[in-house]
Antibody
Framework: EVQLLESGGGLVQPGGSLTLSCAAS????????MGWVRQAPGKGLEWVST????????YYTDSVKGRFTISRDNSKNTLYLQMNSLRGDDTAVYYC???????????????WGRGTLVTVAS | EIVMTQSPATLSVSPGERATLSCRAS??????LAWYQQKPGQAPRLLIY???TRATGIPARFSGSGSGTEFTLTISSLQSEDFAIYYC??????????FGQGTKVEIK
C-alpha cells in the first residue's frame, strides 16, 4: 500500500522559511515523479511543484518560483519542499503527491498524503 | 495557462438520484483530464483519468466523458458517501497543471 507522510508544517512569520518532508513507502520511489499540491483554507486545489524521477528536472507554479525549492533523496525515499520568503498567501495545507505514470512525468496524482498545514502569520 | 471552469459551484441532489458535474477548459486538453473527490478533512482521491477511465477501486456508478474542452462527471445513483467536493484537473499542457475550482455535491 502506498503511503505518503508529510511533516514539517507549522506557524512561521512572514519572510520566514520552512522545509516540508514527505516520507514515501509502499512503492519504488525512484520510479515516479513526485510533487506538492496545496489548498488554502476553504479554497480549492493548487499545484505547487513537481520533480522528475532523478530530481534533474523541476517545475514550479509562477507564484513560488525563486522562493520554493523541491528536491528528493531516492536513497531515503523522501521528498522535500524548501520554502523561503514565505507570505500570507502561502498559508495552506500542503499535500505530497505521487504521479500516476511509471518512469515519466504526467501530472495525474494517484496517491496523496494527508497533508501538513503551513500557516504564515505574525 | 489553461483555465478550468467547473459548474455548478454547488449541486443539491437527493440520495439515489443522478448527479452531473461539468468541467470546461479554456483550450483543448484532448482527453488529458482527471477528476478527484475530496471529503471534509481528507486528502483528495483520484476517481477518473484520461477523461473516462476509472481509477483502481472506484465504483462503476462514477463515469466520465468528454474531450477537447467539455467534460462531464456523472454519478449514476448518489450514495451517502458520495457527498463531497469534486475537482477536475488538466494534464495536457504543463506546467502548470491546473485544477477547476470545484463542485460541491450536497444532500438535497
Amino acid at each position: 500500500e502506498v503511503q505518503l507522510l508529510e511533516s514539517g508544517g507549522g506557524l512561521v512569520q512572514p519572510g520566514g522559511s520552512l522545509t516540508l518532508s514527505c516520507a514515501a513507502s509502499g512503492f519504488t520511489f525512484s520510479n515516479y515523479a513526485m510533487g506538492w499540491v496545496r489548498q488554502a483554507p476553504g479554497k480549492g486545489l493548487e499545484w505547487v511543484s513537481t520533480i522528475s524521477l532523478s530530481g534533474g528536472t523541476t517545475y514550479y507554479t509562477d507564484s513560488v518560483k525563486g522562493r520554493f525549492t523541491i528536491s528528493r533523496d531516492n536513497s531515503k525515499n523522501t521528498l522535500y519542499l524548501q520554502m523561503n520568503s514565505l507570505r500570507g498567501d502561502d498559508t495552506a495545507v500542503y499535500y505530497c503527491a505521487k504521479d500516476f505514470i511509471f518512469r515519466g512525468v504526467q501530472g495525474i496524482v494517484d496517491s496523496w498524503g494527508r497533508g501538513t498545514l503551513v500557516t504564515v502569520a505574525s | 495557462e489553461i483555465v478550468m471552469t467547473q459548474s455548478p459551484a454547488t449541486l443539491s441532489v437527493s440520495p439515489g438520484e443522478r448527479a452531473t458535474l461539468s468541467c470546461r477548459a479554456s483550450q483543448s486538453v484532448t482527453s488529458n483530464l482527471a477528476w478527484y473527490q475530496q471529503k471534509p478533512g481528507q486528502a483528495p482521491r483520484l476517481l477518473i483519468y484520461d477523461a473516462s477511465t476509472r481509477a483502481t477501486g472506484i465504483p462503476a456508478r462514477f463515469s466520465g466523458s468528454g474531450s477537447g474542452t467539455e467534460f462531464t462527471l456523472t454519478i449514476s445513483s448518489l450514495q451517502s458517501e458520495d457527498f463531497a467536493i469534486y475537482y477536475c484537473q488538466q494534464y495536457n499542457n504543463w506546467p502548470p497543471w491546473t485544477f477547476g475550482q470545484g463542485t460541491k455535491v450536497e444532500i438535497k
